[in-house]
């Protein structure tokens, strides 16, 4: 399907972007381009990368594809860097968790021969680096890619089927409205996962059990990456908060009935998802 | 260590206590009391009692521990009608998951002969039903006892003794206490992952990844259950509210760096609980 991808950013998502290309024999030559030497080698080791390389220039060199599979903010800088200096016509696509903001900076920043499919794996863990990188991470989960005026038809077509090749369904839709579906699902459980561990006293957490753990478990995740993403996704996430406020007020009122219907909602609505 | 245990109300909780009992054999004798044949039937086939009644009164008969495994206000209630009706010394506990309430309640109800010991086994799931029970449930589990000045010292033992039979560690606290901790690893998160639940839209619930599913498992709780809980923990539940909305400004406010020490402080708080 292609013959150089380059994966720019060796960590959990892009490590399984490679071995998951690897395995299904999707391209020639997978190249990962990182900042370190200690995760271009995990990477080769973890077999999620034919060569490597910490040089931008050198690492897209001949590349058709290219993957930007980095923090949000690094897509941006990645994108304006691949701008100034990279001419020959290739796609460019990226995993980043928000997309209005990388969506309207690639179209205004990158050359006509530069094609840029937004896309966002919703895959993922609180695990992060190569080494828990896997081929199979997107297997039945949902890739969301973005389409607006500007993106070229044949580019979104083959960013779909590399997508759908390493086992993701896609689901193409607006920037904005990726955004708004990601602050409601991802976005502000994440804040409010964080802020059930931080308001909880040292003393309690000592008593936490799996339903604490479960609902928690993503205030693990990488600081630097959510802090990126909250702040880049930051209209989005407030406008669900506000509809989470508004719900939150009907299940602490003092009325058993109204209670009784918000917590029955809630298990209709959630029995749904599984 | 008993001759006659007693469980009322054998679902999830009652059942596994009885499967637990029976394994450990710590009973000669588990007599469940259900208010359906359909659920003692179900105990009976998975082994949680060794015979079982509709009545209340044929039920605690000869038992010299009776462990009430309802939801809180039927604990209550069952509480009152031992009172009213039962003579015989013995031993009362149960698996409520607030404290105040119940062990108030049974201070000033029971008789002398009967002494009240209030538990709390911090284990569970979001089924229900006595076909989900299972012995191994209480491993490596926190079950927490209360103590007050009323709280008689050779039942309190003996409940711990029998807690730490079925594979649980136990902690003695005032009731107070007690529900000033679960308010916050467990009351509040259940409040929050129905909101979350509640408040996003239905169409982006299809996008629901691994992250938002384990932050939202609790809702799919019993919503009966969750009710009697919160109404009778308002109090607790409505102060960790307030850290939690404390906490939740200074997430949410427009300041990358203090974002980004939240963040930290909550994967810190969070990895430790591992």
């Known amino acids: ?6 994966i720019i950013g060796v960590g959990l998502i892009g490590g399984s972007i ?9 391209a020639k030559l997978v190249c990962g381009v990182g900042r370190r030497r200690s995760s271009i080698n995990k990477a080769l080791r973890a077999g999620a990368i034919d060569t490597g390389t910490l040089r931008l220039e050198t690492g897209i060199k001949g590349a058709d594809l290219i993957i930007i599979a980095t923090p949000v903010s690094t897509i941006k800088q990645y994108l304006l860097k691949i701008a100034r200096t990279h001419e020959t016509p290739c796609i460019i696509t990226d995993a980043g968790s928000t997309k209005k903001d990388i969506v309207s900076l690639a179209q205004n920043a990158l050359p006509a021969g530069l094609k840029f499919v937004g896309a966002h794996p919703l895959a993922g863990s609180e695990k992060r680096g190569p080494e828990h990188s896997c081929a199979g991470l997107f297997k039945n989960s949902i890739t969301i890619l973005t389409k607006t005026s500007k993106t070229d038809a044949s580019s979104l077509k083959k960013v779909r089927r590399m997508w759908e090749a390493v086992g993701a369904k896609c689901r193409i839709m607006a920037p904005a409205e990726h955004d708004k579906i990601v602050a409601a699902i991802s976005h502000l459980p994440h804040i409010v996962a964080c802020t059930l561990v931080n308001s909880a006293e040292g003393a309690s957490l000592g008593f936490a059990a799996g339903g604490f753990k479960d609902t928690t478990r993503i205030a693990s995740s990488d600081p630097a990456m959510w802090r990126d993403i909250i702040l880049t996704n930051r209209k989005s996430i407030l406008s669900a908060l506000k509809k989470f ?28 998802i599984n």
């Open 245 to 272: 406020e508004r719900s939150l007020r009907k299940m602490t009122a003092p009325d058993s009935d109204r209670l009784l219907a918000e917590l029955k909602k809630a298990k209709r609505k959630r029995d749904e």
């Open 18 to 26: 490679g071995m998951a290309l690897k395995r299904e024999e999707l």
């Open 1 to 6: 399907m292609f013959k150089k991808v380059t």
